[in-house]
């Protein structure tokens, strides 16, 4: 599998798991993600690899699982950036953070969700980085939470979330994939 044909497919899976077609239990998609990024280990030869010469399969249990997480991590309204309701408080470590920072109800705005996808994609891609020969996927959560913002501002209508779906897809599997080959 190539680094492009992983951007290609990091595109069209994160846009199926926003719900953007084919209405499928999230289980079959995790697991479609879990076969992805197999075929990216055996393609990348992750696996020779490993920092503080720790086991290579500890290495992959670690990066796959925080890569999963990063996709799979309740996010509340965040994405919905000019959505300016209460949310729901899904991701009560994420509202704790922007408690701190914003006050007790002044993150319900554009720059309180566009901080809750820095927060809640930044740790576990920080996490999922750190074995890996390159540390470039640690700005995957800058990446998402950018993509989100600018396309929020480009777009006023709803679609702007779905177009964000497919774009920051496709570059986080990229820069996952570039992170394990080591570029």
């Avoid at 020779?48 to 799979?72: D, H, I, L, Q, T």
């Avoid at 074995?131 to 006023?156: E, K």
């Avoid at 679609?159 to 992170?179: M, N, P």
Wanted: aromatic share 22%; proline share 2%.
């Amino acid at each position: 599998m190539s680094q492009w044909l992983f951007l290609c497919v990091g595109g069209f899976w994160r846009a199926w798991f926003g719900g953007s077609f084919w209405n499928i239990s999230r289980i079959w998609q995790i697991l479609v993600l879990f076969v992805v990024c197999y075929a990216a280990y055996v393609q990348t030869d992750f696996l020779s690899f490993c920092k503080w010469g720790m086991p290579e399969y500890c290495c992959a249990v670690w990066s796959w699982g925080w890569f999963m997480r990063f996709w799979n991590h309740s996010h509340g309204d965040y994405f919905v950036v000019l959505d300016t309701g209460k949310d729901e408080g899904r991701s009560k470590w994420v509202d704790a953070c922007l408690r701190v920072l914003y006050g007790k109800e002044g993150y319900y705005n554009f720059k309180g969700n566009v901080t809750g996808l820095l927060i809640g994609y930044t740790v576990p891609a920080i996490l999922s980085s750190i074995v890996m020969p390159s540390p470039l996927f640690c700005f995957a959560g800058a990446v998402v939470a950018l993509i989100y913002g600018v396309c929020g501002l480009l777009f006023a209508d709803k679609r702007y979330t779905k177009i964000a779906e497919c774009v920051s897809g496709a570059v986080c599997f990229y820069l996952y994939y570039l992170s394990l080959r080591g570029e």
